[in-house]
């Protein structure tokens, strides 16, 4: 009762609506049920005339019954014409009460079977208009029954019989006695009738809010499963899909309806019998947690992890299992890099520091061979392995430089550059450098200043290892061009270098930046690694296409924002 309070304060136009369309459907009921009773006693009094083979002329309970299905018809024009059903209630059961009245009075009156049919017009009151309405037609029905029964006594009303049969000696004792019982009878009914029925309405008002609130909270728990960002399916005990939310069929890459009704078996790849052993597991467990490397719809791998729990009915048996699962893929493969890179940092601060052991005995050993070369009188071919051994002395002194300045770089200076004057001054050592050639031709294409804030020996490295190598690949002398520009949006920078050079397959393309791979004689790779490195520790991306005999383009991408990783 209070829900259904609270429901019509919180909008009372709502549930007087409500209200009137309820009473409306009932009245549409009367008017069926009405017609099916009267038909139902039209069939009644012919069953008992031809059983008794007593075919009585009662012509006039003929006539009242016929007369109520055009009363019918205007009920119901009235119900589908009309306004106010509260009103066309009172009329359609008041006219009920009238016609009992003439039932009463041709079936005999003082001696009538037919004075409790007067209980239907209550009861149909107590269902419509409740107790107040139901307690009005039980009065106005214990007014035309006792006026009725006191006229025909006193004489005022002839009494009536289809035989011309003499009036039944009654005694006035008696007539006040079924007048004052009827009386009682209607009111009692009145009374018990309208409290079942304001119950029911009770009843039906608050199962209306909970109903709403079963909505509301279906509507929640819907929104809920189809936003999570997890996916979430549940099965039979068989372990056959019954449900799965969106964000599961989008990390399986399926459809919600190619899956319903599919094995998980044979989705997850587990081996036969494994839903047999996890059901004993989550009857012991709330949660049982595993991982699994499953097939996506689309035909690639991925790793999910699994949390199952069984699915129990409002008794608390189970009837299925949940299954609530993510996408681990990304996780494992950054872990797996973590992995890879703790590694890689402690070989190469164990090899910096080899690397710095090696290069101390090489400066004495060169520096004793040059002592040697000045003091000793040698032959032309001593002279020559002399400079051999200097050549490769300094060559391995500077494939050290390079290595310690990748495994251990030096700590950046952060200023603002302008990358177009750096791009300048690397092109103006360039020419000055005995590799390049007249064959040899660097073209700088950049319309404006290009202020970035970043370390300028970092990118002077940049810039001079990346043009040296395409001079490299150039041998026989050829064209690089060099582009800086702003990509759509003007956020960043993109530095493009492109040489019409020796090109590189695919596969080699694909391996530059990495440390000791390089495609030319004596090199040792480290000069793009340390790009590489440069380039991603400003947040960078750098791409390389290239195809043989046909030259290498080198891209690298820049947001103007990011501060580099020191």
């Given at each position: ?52 083979n ?24 009235c ?118 029925s ?34 979430l ?84 048996e ?16 950054l ?15 164990m ?22 070369g ?11 392995l002399?400079?051999i ?13 390079d ?45 404006a ?5 970043a ?11 990346i ?29 493009s270098?492109?040489?019409?050079g020796?090109?590189?397959?695919e ?47 080198i ?9 580099p990783?020191?």
């Amino acid at each position: 009762m209070a829900d259904e309070i609270e429901l019509r304060q919180a909008d009372p136009e709502a549930a007087a609506g409500s209200d009137e369309q309820s009473l409306r459907r009932k009245l549409f009921w009367m008017i069926v049920i009405r017609a099916l009773i009267i038909t139902t006693l039209f069939g009644s009094l012919l069953l008992v005339q031809f059983i008794g083979n007593e075919l009585i002329s009662i012509a006039p309970l003929y006539y009242m019954l016929a007369a109520v299905y055009p009363l019918t018809l205007l009920y119901y024009f009235c119900y589908r014409r009309l306004g106010n059903p509260r009103a066309q209630a009172y009329l359609q059961i008041v006219g009920d009460m009238l016609f009992l009245t003439g039932l009463v009075y041709f079936s005999g009156g003082l001696v009538s079977p037919f004075y409790f049919l007067y209980i239907i017009p209550i009861i149909a009151a107590s269902i419509t208009l409740y107790r107040k309405g139901s307690l009005i037609i039980a009065a106005l029905s214990g007014i035309l029954y006792g006026v009725l029964v006191d006229l025909m006594y006193y004489g005022v009303i002839p009494f009536y019989s289809a035989q011309q049969a003499p009036p039944p000696a009654v005694s006035l004792g008696v007539v006040y006695y079924n007048v004052f019982s009827s009386l009682f009878g209607f009111f009692a009914a009145a009374l018990l009738s309208s409290y079942l029925s304001e119950s029911l309405k009770r009843t039906g008002a608050q199962l209306e809010v909970k109903l709403g609130d079963l909505a509301d909270l279906q509507a929640i728990h819907r929104d809920i499963v189809d936003n999570m960002a997890s996916g979430l399916l549940s099965t039979d005990l068989r372990a056959t899909i019954t449900t799965i939310n969106p964000a599961g069929a989008k990390i399986l890459r399926c459809d919600e309806a190619d899956l319903r009704g599919k094995d998980l078996a044979t989705i997850l790849g587990v081996p036969p019998g494994f839903f047999d052993r996890l059901y004993p597991d989550l009857l012991e467990k709330r949660v049982v947690r595993f991982e699994r490397e499953v097939a996506r719809g689309d035909g690639g791998r991925l790793i999910v992890g699994v949390a199952a729990s069984l699915l129990r009915a409002r008794g608390g048996e189970p009837v299925g299992f949940v299954f609530n699962f993510l996408d681990l893929t990304d996780v494992r493969r950054l872990e797996q890099e973590v992995r890879i890179k703790d590694r890689l940092a402690a070989v190469g601060e164990m090899a910096a520091g080899i690397a710095h052991e090696i290069r101390n005995p090489l400066a004495s050993i060169s520096g004793s061979l040059q002592v040697l070369g000045e003091e000793l009188e040698l032959t032309a071919e001593q002279q020559y392995l002399m400079e051999i051994v200097m050549r490769e002395s300094g060559r391995l002194d500077k494939t050290i430089d390079d290595f310690l300045e990748f495994a251990r770089p030096s700590q950046v200076v952060m200023e603002e550059i302008d990358l177009v004057e750096l791009a300048r001054e690397t092109v103006s050592l360039l020419n000055n450098s005995h590799e390049l050639t007249d064959a040899h031709h660097v073209v700088l294409k950049a319309a404006a200043g290009a202020p970035f804030v970043a370390d300028r020996r970092q990118w002077a490295q940049v810039f001079w290892n990346i043009m040296k190598n395409a001079i490299k690949a150039m041998p026989v002398g050829g064209t690089l061009t060099i582009e800086i520009a702003r990509p759509d949006g003007g956020t960043g920078y993109a530095l493009s270098f492109r040489d019409t050079g020796v090109g590189m397959s695919e596969s080699e393309a694909q391996r530059v930046g990495q440390p000791f791979f390089s495609g030319f004689q004596r090199g040792t790779g480290l000069g793009m690694a340390i790009v590489q490195r440069i380039v991603k520790d400003y947040d960078g991306k750098l791409s390389v296409r290239s195809r043989k005999g046909e030259g290498t383009e080198i891209e690298i991408l820049l947001a103007r924002e990011v501060e580099p990783v020191v």
